[in-house]
Structures are given as structure tokens and as C-alpha cells.
């Protein structure tokens, strides 16, 4: 069993940064991969980035592409999203999530079997 909380979100201008973290407990996630999602007011939750457990290999929606990283520190059983040129589509509660089995999981909402209880990220104009 895995669990994990999230941190880091708040209200940020248009064109601003945050760092959202990630922390796990319960076991090692060091061989699974692990991801963020978000999930706007009325929206579906959707894909936002995800990393393998090495960190070699990333994957991000194409609108935070070039705007978002992930990123993980594996002794801290930590995973990172770095926000920057934040819009108002940004908006939203980001879940981070993590992969049951080894083996890349890639941006399919199905592959992630441990999510937490998400960080409120609002971006205003």
C-alpha cells in the first residue's frame, strides 16, 4: 500500500511559479512510476505529466509542455512538479499518482493505482 500527499499548491498571478511535492509512504516507490494529474471544476480529471522510476524518461500533456517539469528524488521517495508560466487554464486540483506495478505507466489514468487527496492550484488573470 502506498499513500501520498501532496503539498505545494496556493493562488498564484498569471505568468507566475509553484512547486508542487509529492511525498510517499508505506512503501518505496522507487521502481514505479509516478504522475500528476488535475482536475479542473466540472472537467474530467486529465493527464498532466508522469516520470519512470529511474526519472530518465518523462512525459507531459502538450499544454504544459515546455512550461511543467517532473521530476523525483527516489531517497526522499519524492516527486516533484515544477510550475512555471502558470495561465488561469491551469486551475485546478492536482492529484499525484502512482503506478501498482513496474514497468512504465505512461499518461493512461488506468495504470495508477494510488492517488492522494490533491493540492488546489488556482491561477488568476
Known amino acids: 500500500q502506498v499513500e501520498l500527499v501532496e503539498s505545494g499548491g496556493g493562488l498564484v498571478q498569471a505568468g507566475g511559479s509553484l512547486r508542487l511535492s509529492c511525498e510517499a509512504s508505506?512503501?518505496?516507490?522507487?521502481?514505479?512510476?509516478m504522475g500528476w494529474f488535475r482536475q479542473a471544476p466540472g472537467k474530467e480529471r486529465e493527464f498532466v505529466a508522469t516520470i519512470s522510476w529511474s526519472g530518465h524518461t518523462t512525459w507531459y500533456v502538450d499544454s504544459v509542455r515546455g512550461r511543467f517539469t517532473i521530476s523525483r528524488d527516489n531517497a526522499k521517495n519524492m516527486v516533484y512538479l515544477q510550475m512555471s508560466s502558470l495561465k488561469p487554464e491551469d486551475t485546478a486540483k492536482y492529484y499525484c499518482a502512482c503506478a501498482a506495478r513496474t514497468g512504465w505507466a505512461g499518461p493512461d489514468f488506468g495504470q495508477y493505482d494510488y492517488w492522494g487527496q490533491g493540492t488546489q492550484v488556482t491561477v488568476s488573470s
Open positions: 508505506g512503501r518505496s516507490v522507487n521502481t514505479l512510476s
